[in-house]
């Protein structure tokens, strides 16, 4: 979903030396979860952030709530990580932060079930079920088991170990059934590289197909997002009046550029 930014959030985000338009660029809003690594070569500790921003616009960061449910699933089963939570506040706002150890092989994914926020600006609740792969000793096996989540994108690329160019095929599931055609929203977390041109590069959008598979390429190295929208039940405002509510499914997938190889290793 996507929210108008602050003209001096715009005036940052479009660079010095380039026109402004005269309405303030429109930003995706994303709930991050992201790991120290994708692929953990030797096993041990990765460290993961749960952010609630607008990536490609690095910011502004809104305040998320500690939430409902944060967890890792794997083979062994799904493992509470609440008690591991710890605040991590960024710009003044709430975000949250675990750490976990890998100490099997295997792929593993991380999830986050936060609590609704309440957009104003479009009069609805968001909630974004959000999860992200890490593949312990790098085994290639295990990432594309489901975690169970209300909305999830199930992956048909291997969400890890994934160059810079490669395409990210999904199936976008709502109770676990294909959503043909959904909605999904792509963005790139932004290091402060790359400057957009104007409002329609900031979040791109593609949509699935009858299958609910989409499929979108990753240009750039750096963290990927990948966004399902579905409508979710009715509810009620803050003032009490009628307000609908966004779900969202996302993964996070991160793709690593091809570096030059060490000059032994290329003859």
Do not use: C
Request: zero cysteines; glycine letters at 10%.
């Amino acid at each position: 979903m996507r929210t108008v930014l602050a003209p001096a959030v715009a005036s940052l985000l479009l660079g010095s030396g380039l026109a402004l338009v005269a309405a303030a660029p429109a930003a995706a809003h994303f709930q991050e979860i992201l790991p120290s690594a994708d692929v953990l070569p030797e096993g041990g500790p990765v460290s993961v952030d749960l952010v609630f921003t607008h990536p490609m616009a690095r910011g502004p960061v809104m305040e998320m709530a500690a939430p409902v449910r944060v967890g890792v699933s794997g083979e062994a089963g799904v493992v509470d990580l609440m008690p591991r939570l710890k605040a991590k506040p960024i710009d003044g706002k709430s975000a949250w932060t675990f750490d976990w150890t890998a100490a099997a092989p295997g792929a593993v994914a991380f999830f986050v079930e936060p609590k609704p926020y309440w957009e104003a600006a479009e009069k609805k609740w968001i909630v974004h079920y959000a999860k992200v792969i890490v593949d312990g000793w790098a085994s290639g096996e295990g990432w594309a088991k489901p975690v169970g989540l209300p909305v999830e994108i199930e992956p048909l690329t291997r969400p890890t170990g994934l160059w810079a160019g490669d395409v990210f095929r999904g199936i976008v599931r709502r109770d676990g059934r294909p959503v043909p055609f959904a909605e999904v929203e792509v963005e790139w977390v932004n290091d402060g590289s790359v400057a957009a041109p104007n409002e329609a590069f900031l979040t791109q959008v593609t949509r699935a197909d009858a299958n609910g598979v989409f499929v979108h390429a990753m240009p750039r190295a750096g963290w990927w997002g990948f966004a399902a929208l579905v409508d979710g039940p009715e509810a009620k405002a803050p003032d009490g009046s009628p307000a609908a509510t966004e779900w969202g499914g996302l993964i996070w997938v991160k793709a690593t550029d091809m570096g030059a190889a060490p000059a032994s290793a290329s003859k």
